[in-house]
């Protein structure tokens, strides 16, 4: 049976993996959870536990910061929002990473790896995995969407994406000629992935602001979007929204 930390400030993502926890009870068994690295470097360092779910970015610190402020260390399962190119910079000094939103299947895996894990004599140079990892960053984003369409796989340019909207746990990729495909990777992991046209509008819709051809001022102080494409699709900017729309479209 290992121990383990949650070190996470997402709220979603702490209840997603204590769940995911629960599910593995006869192999983990939860500590304790921080929010922020402090609360994570103090809970650690008192309580010890085999392993710890570490976020990459923290309200007051990177992930790796903490890692080097502790002296007790656990083996690492990272937690992060981005795509899996860039956290394979550091995979080799840790367990396992989870790129969110984390999916139970992959969790299990991370958790059976656990056993198999080679504890490190010493710690890793922490400074030189932050490195790795931030110039994975800048690393030219992919410029295409991977979509399947029967027993096939397109892959459509980003340019000629009008908008993605969320419909349970697929997400519909549309054009301007109205075809549309499914993708599996929900908003959140699109945002990472997009070029800086795409802008997030409401919890469900994602649009590419190349193809607006009409902005109109709606109820308290929303935006009404008129797309470009065959239909002159129409979408709403949400309450919480708007404000970086707004930003994002010099308005």
């Excluded at 929010?35 to 790796?64: E, Q, Y």
Aim: charged share 25%; glycine share 2%.
């Amino acid at each position: 049976m290992y121990t383990a930390i949650i070190i996470e400030d997402e709220y979603p993502a702490i209840l997603r993996l204590k769940h995911m926890v629960s599910l593995h009870s006869d192999a983990i068994t939860l500590l304790t959870h921080a929010d922020t690295g402090r609360a994570g470097i103090d809970s650690v360092n008192k309580l010890r536990p085999d392993v710890i779910f570490l976020d990459i970015h923290l309200p007051d610190m990177t992930g790796f910061e903490v890692l080097n402020a502790l002296d007790y260390h656990p083996m690492v399962i990272f937690t992060t929002a981005y795509a899996e190119y860039a956290v394979q910079a550091f995979e080799v000094f840790s367990v396992d990473y989870l790129v969110k939103p984390f999916e139970e299947s992959r969790f299990r895996k991370a958790i059976e790896k656990i056993a198999h894990f080679k504890q490190l004599e010493s710690p890793p140079d922490y400074a030189k995995m932050a490195t790795l990892f931030f110039e994975a960053q800048r690393k030219p984003k992919q410029t295409s969407l991977a979509v399947k369409s029967g027993n096939k796989i397109l892959l459509i340019d980003f340019e000629d994406i009008t908008h993605f909207k969320a419909d349970d746990k697929y997400v519909t990729v549309s054009l301007p000629d109205n075809k549309s495909y499914l993708s599996e990777k929900s908003l959140s992991t699109l945002e990472q992935i997009l070029p800086e046209q795409f802008i997030r509008i409401h919890r469900s819709y994602i649009i590419n602001k190349v193809w607006i051809a009409e902005i109109h001022r709606y109820f308290k102080g929303r935006l009404m979007l008129v797309l470009d494409d065959k239909q002159r699709t129409t979408l709403i900017t949400s309450d919480g929204y708007t404000q970086q729309v707004k930003e994002a479209l010099g308005l």
